[in-house]
């Protein structure tokens, strides 16, 4: 069992669409919990960072932290064409700085 | 924001050659890390370097070997490239336990 599932998708959605990301996780250790963005051959670039468990908002991205049902989630609101990427959840414990990535879900947002 | 620069967006090398990838970064950040990405199969770490001198074997070290002579540079060495290692190689720069920047990407094809 991967220690990250996330589902690859393709997820495809007409312009405006709430999207919901998500990714479960298998080590309770991890606290720090980010979502990456990333076009097609290009390298990722962070969207959110997050610690423990709440809500995040910044501007249409909404992140999500549940630990205690280990899940995350990533909204999208108000989605743009622009916003078609492969997005990545990424989460780490405290006690070191190694990375745990999913494999990304391939978002395709219509317009 | 920190700046990661991989020396090239796409190489295409022979079976058998030794390979060179050169990841440079601006900020200072101590922790750097050479990642290759497949589809399917997500990020996986081939090593990290925590300082100068210093590196760690990351899930996948085998065939690839790393340099970091300089806080800000971190090479990867494919010593005798193969084309099961024909991949995405993501290069990432992270200050402590905070989030990871990436570059641009570099995308290997062994012939």
């Known amino acids: 069992q991967k220690e990250v599932e996330q589902d690859p998708g393709p997820l495809s959605v007409p312009e405006g669409a709430i999207v919901s990301l998500n990714c479960t996780y298998s080590?309770?250790?991890?606290?720090?919990f980010m979502w990456y963005r990333q076009y097609s051959r290009k390298g990722p670039e962070l969207l959110m960072y997050?610690?423990?468990?709440g809500n995040k908002e910044d501007g249409r991205f909404t992140a999500q932290v549940d630990k205690s049902s280990k899940y995350i989630s990533l909204f999208i609101r108000d989605s743009q064409p622009s916003d078609s990427a492969t997005y990545l959840c990424?989460?780490?414990?405290?006690?070191?700085?190694?990375?745990?990535f999913g494999a990304g879900t391939r978002l395709f947002v219509k317009a | 924001d920190v700046k990661v620069t991989q020396s090239s967006r796409y190489l295409v090398k022979r079976t058998g050659e030794k390979v060179f990838l050169e990841c440079v970064q601006d900020?200072?950040?101590?922790?750097m890390f050479w990642y290759r990405q497949d589809p399917g199969l997500g990020l996986r770490l081939i090593y990290f370097?925590?300082?100068?001198?210093?590196?760690e074997k990351g899930d996948i070290p085998e065939g690839y070997s790393v340099s970091r002579e300089k806080k800000e540079r971190f090479s990867l060495i494919l010593e005798s490239a193969s084309t099961n290692q024909t991949s995405m190689y993501l290069c990432?720069?992270?200050?402590?336990?905070?989030?990871?920047?990436f570059g641009q990407g570099t995308r290997l094809t062994v012939v």
């Open positions: 990424a989460m780490r414990g405290t006690g070191g700085f190694k990375t745990i």
């Open positions: 080590n309770s250790a991890f606290q720090y």
């Open positions: 997050t610690y423990s468990s």
């Open positions: 900020m200072d950040h101590e922790n």
């Open positions: 370097s925590y300082d100068v001198k210093m590196k």
């Open positions: 990432a720069a992270q200050r402590g336990n905070t989030e990871a920047f």
